[in-house]
Each structure stands twice: as C-alpha cells, then as structure tokens.
C-alpha cells in the first residue's frame, strides 16, 4: 500500500517541481515579476491561490481534527472565517488592487505603507517587514509541523524526514519559480483539496449508512448529546464567548499578506468580482467538507475499529483523522491522492509565506539599507536567498512538535490580523489618516497580541485557572486596541496634504472609472 501512495506522492512532486521549473522561464527576470508575477493573474488563479495559501494544513487536519474532538461546537472557527473572507474580497481587493498601482507601483505590503503615507523615515516600512518575518517565520513552521506528522502517520516515517521532505520540495519551487509557480501550484492544490474534501465525506457517508445511524453513533462514541449541535447545551457567559472568539478568526483576513497580495497582482479590477465568486464558492465548499470530515470521522473510527487495528494503523492524534479515512476508504492510489491533497493544502501556505517574507527581506531591507542601486538580477538572487534562509530557522522551530498546527496558525493569524488588518481598512477608506496613526496602530495591535499571549497573567475561567489567551482570543482585544490606536492618534494629528492626498483622490477616481 505504501508504495503505490507513494507513486502518486511522487507524481504529485514532479508535477510541482514541473511548475516551477516552467515559471522560472516565465517571468523571474526582474523583482516584480518574481515577486508579483507582473500583475498578470488570472482571477481563477487569484481566487484558488488565495484560498490554497489561506487554508493551509489547517483546513484537511486542523479544522477536521477539532471538530472531531469538539463537535459542531468548533465549526465557529469556520463560520466566522467564511464571513471574513467575503468582507476580504468585497472592501479590501478592490481597492488595494488600484492603490498599490497608483502608489507608485507597491509590490510588498511594507512597501504600499510607506508610500500610502509618504513616509520619508522609513518607520512603517521596518516595522511592517519585522512583523512579516517575525511572524511569518512562526506560521511557516506550522507547516513544516503537518508535514512531518503527515509523512509519520501516513508512512511510519520518522518524523523529521517528513518534515525535510516538506520543506524541501517547497524551497525547490518557490525559490526557482517566484510568485508565478507560487500562483500556479497554489491553484493546482487548490483543486486537488476541492475533489478531496468532496471524496472523503461522500464515501465515508455511503460506508456509514443512514443519517439517524451515524447521528446516534457519534453521540455514543462522544458521550455528548450537543456534539452535533453548534449552540452548547447551556448557554453561559463562557460559552458565548467561546463563540465569538472563534467567529472572531475572520477578522484576521484584512491583515493576512499571503492572501492580500494575490489581490494585488490580479490583472484587471473587474476581474476581482470574478475571484470572489470563485473563491468564496471554493471556501464554502471545501470548509463543509473538513467540518463533515471531522463528524464522520469519530462515526467512522467507532465502527471501524477492528479494520484500523487490522491494517495496523495507530491512531492517536486527531489531527490526522483525514489521513486514517483516506488509507482506510481508498485504493492506495487514490489514497495517495488524497494524501497529496494534505500536502496541497501544507505547502502552498509554507510558499506563500516564504514567498512574502522573502519580498519583504528583499525590498524592505536589502533595497531599502543595504543595496539601494542593486541590480534587477542582484534583487532577484537575494530574493531566493531570503527564501533559503527563512526556511532554515521555520524548520527549526519545527523541530519542536508538541504543539499543534491550529495553535501555531492561530497565533501568527492574530497577529497579522491586529497589527495589519485594522491598518489595512483605514488606510483604504480613510483619505485623511495619518502616518502617525498608521504606525501607532501597527504597534498597538502587535504588541497587544504578544502580551496576550505570553504576559504571565492568569485569571479564574470558567472555574479553571487559565492564562490571557484562554479566555477570548488575542485576535479581538489587538484589533480592537489597534482600531483605537488608529483613531485616537489621527484625532491628534494633522491630516496630511501634498501626494498622500493626491494618490487617495487618484485610487478613488479610478475605482469609480472601472467599476
């Protein structure tokens, strides 16, 4: 069985690689085609990138294991990311489309702060490329993580070759191939996970039997008569707030740069409208298919107890609850397919990432300090020699595997979501902010999140003793403190004339001539 899976990893690798190779013919001549694939996207491409990079590792094992353990209870977290998707594509595409244009063609997101604000000092800049890399490098780990708990539990490998493996392939592609094979293989994993998550619960159903039947099982092997309900049993003050932390991960998607940037590089304005539709159906159905996956998944492994302990799979970590229905539903071939789909979903984040980061390290720092009159080719080597480097010290941190992928992802969601999301919308519907804001924010709502998470502050919640972050999610309190940051600081200060202006009056005139 493993190695006819592997036969079809293998496929799966040479056709990324493939990818790479051919964007590396394509448009790496230059840092902006490396880095933006010259603003050339086509919104299909745009739209399953975005959604591949966003959902990660988290959308085939961390969602699917959650829900596995929690219930329709952890389908929140779902819920409040689909909303936020949509306010994503609906306020911020549109607009950071024509703005970074307008502002002197802005190819990373540090880059658009400094010349959304005209900020002579360079503080935006190196603030905003120091939380890029910061946290980032903490995201990227999170994939390296699934990718070595993905080739352990799948192959009994040890898990750091899985985790080598992983990285290896993505550093290989990304760093030849750019944004470009980023795009591309983002839109091929994209619809690897569509057919997956499609496949699995499907068949999983046909094998179970009747609705009633798999209803009754899971609330036996749960123990829980609320685990197939999203609203808990009693209503308490813990409960609901438990809600809304998890519906407040939507609030992250305005500050997420992996995601944003594919909105920049899409062709046409008109064509955003395109990407939404097709993003936001592929969201949609594909988060439908992780959350059934996690309910079938406790019915499936309470019937089919004798037939894993047959195959002699050890099944103990929730999290890889795809991959034991996927050897045990499947025909090794097709198993492996859906095994590439976990790999999908894991490495067109890890690219994105590294992709981004490495942008910023290029243009925000070596440009910026080191190298002003470097040479297009010059940028373009740094540039994958940043990608190197950043992959270097995520998997390092991998090395440490006791936590699990939707506490890595978490983390790092929160806090790009407080320190750029509320930047992000102001900056695009607010004419007269600031750079005095625009940097007070940033800070705030990153340091906010640090401190929510690692202040040693505990209280008493729900009758346990639990630090910050057990009690709501740092996502809520950053943004909030970063929104009042925002506002408090541009009451105080001058509204700012000249290009700043200049450049807002000229985005909304040409949102208003395209649309």
Do not use: C
């Not at 983002?186 to 496949?199: E, K, N, P, R, W």
């Not at 995601?259 to 988060?287: C, D, N, Q, S």
């Not at 790009?416 to 005095?436: E, N, Q, V, Y």
């Amino acid at each position: 069985m493993q190695i006819e899976a592997l036969v079809s990893l293998a496929g799966y690798f040479v056709l990324m690689l493939g990818i790479g190779f051919y964007a590396y013919k394509k448009s790496t001549d230059d840092v902006s085609g490396y880095m933006l694939g010259g603003r050339q996207l086509h919104p299909a491409v745009g739209a399953l990138s975005a959604g591949a990079s966003d959902m990660s590792g988290w959308m085939l094992m961390g969602l699917p294991g959650a829900i596995y353990v929690s219930g329709l209870g952890a389908a929140w977290i779902a819920v409040g990311l689909v909303i936020g998707a949509y306010f994503n594509y609906l306020l911020v595409a549109p607009r950071l489309r024509v703005f970074t244009e307008v502002a002197d063609d802005a190819i990373t997101i540090p880059d658009y702060f400094e010349k959304r604000f005209n900020d002579d000092t360079r503080i935006l800049r190196i603030l905003s490329s120091v939380v890029i890399v910061i946290f980032f490098t903490l995201y990227t780990s999170s994939g390296v993580v699934a990718g070595g708990k993905l080739f352990e539990a799948s192959f009994g490998l040890n898990y750091y070759a899985g985790l080598f493996l992983t990285a290896g392939v993505v550093i290989v592609y990304t760093l030849i191939g750019g944004f470009l094979a980023v795009s591309l293989t983002d839109f091929v994993q994209g619809v690897i996970m569509f057919i997956a998550l499609i496949m699995v619960p499907i068949v999983a159903f046909m094998q179970l039997g009747s609705l009633g039947d798999i209803a009754e099982v899971t609330r036996t092997a749960a123990e829980s008569p609320g685990y197939l309900s999203m609203i808990p049993e009693t209503v308490t003050a813990v409960s609901v707030i438990g809600i809304i932390s998890a519906m407040s991960w939507g609030l992250g998607y305005f500050g997420q740069p992996h995601i944003i940037v594919r909105f920049m590089a899409i062709r046409t304005l008109k064509e955003v409208a395109t990407a939404r539709l097709i993003g936001m159906t592929w969201m949609i159905i594909t988060v439908i298919g992780a959350v059934l996956t996690g309910i079938l998944g406790l019915a499936f492994v309470t019937v089919n107890t004798g037939a894993i302990e047959a195959a002699a799979i050890e099944f103990t970590d929730p999290e890889t609850i795809f991959i034991l229905m996927s050897q045990i539903l499947f025909h090794p071939l097709v198993g492996g397919f859906l095994l590439a789909a976990i790999l999908a979903a894991i490495m067109s984040t890890i690219s994105s990432q590294l992709l981004v980061s490495s942008s910023s390290l290029t243009e925000d720092f070596y440009k910026t300090f080191l190298r002003r009159s470097a040479s297009q080719k010059e940028l373009v080597l740094i540039g994958r020699l940043s990608v190197l480097a950043v992959s270097l010290v995520a998997i390092f941190l991998a090395f440490d595997r006791s936590s699990t992928i939707l506490d890595l992802v978490s983390n790092a969601w929160a806090g790009f979501g407080s320190a750029f999301g509320p930047l992000i919308l102001f900056s695009l519907f607010r004419k007269d902010m600031s750079r005095s804001a625009a940097i007070a924010g940033m800070v705030t709502g990153a340091v906010v999140v640090l401190v929510w998470l690692y202040a040693p502050i505990t209280v008493m919640w729900g009758g346990e003793e639990t630090g910050l972050s057990g009690v709501i999610y740092e996502i809520i309190p950053g943004f909030l403190a970063s929104t009042a940051a925002i506002l408090v600081v541009d009451a105080l200060t001058k509204a700012p004339k000249g290009k700043v202006k200049e450049q807002y009056e000229a985005m909304e005139a040409e949102i208003e001539a395209r649309s």
